[in-house]
């Protein structure tokens, strides 16, 4: 049984750093990336990283900001999070596929979802 948990999320005033972390276990062999649903929001994705870990997908909004990371057992992705806007306030989903050399990262089409975290930045 797969499962992701992420970690990190909380409260930050803008132009503030987040880490977050989603640690994978029951099977670590899945293509990774974040998303995000902020309140009356659809889910929306945020940023993405190849099997490989040589291409990184980053949303337009997040681009120069945001980066997502693997180490290097590929148990754990991470999403740093920089100069931090309000509204970049969202739960912050970490999701993963089995297709490890795909290229669609449309929310429906992720196999696994953790349970999310929230991450709050105040103006």
């Known amino acids: 049984q797969v499962q992701l948990v992420e970690s990190g999320g909380g409260l930050v005033q803008a132009g503030g750093s987040l880490r977050l972390s989603c640690a994978a276990s029951?099977?670590?062999?899945?293509?990774m990336g974040w998303f995000r649903q902020a309140p009356g929001k659809e889910r929306e994705f945020v940023a993405a990283?190849?099997?490989?870990?040589?291409?990184?997908y980053y949303a337009n909004s997040v681009k120069g900001r945001f980066t997502i990371s693997r180490d290097n057992a590929k148990i754990t992705v991470y999403l740093q999070m920089n100069s931090l806007k309000p509204e970049d306030t969202a739960v912050y989903y970490c999701?993963?596929?089995?297709?490890?050399?795909?290229?669609?990262?449309?929310?429906?089409?992720?196999?696994?979802w953790g349970k999310g975290t929230l991450v709050t930045v105040s103006s």
């Open positions: 999701a993963g596929r089995g297709d490890l050399f795909g290229s669609n990262w449309s929310a429906a089409g992720m196999d696994y």
């Open positions: 029951g099977r670590t062999a899945l293509r």
């Open positions: 990283l190849s099997w490989g870990g040589g291409n990184t």
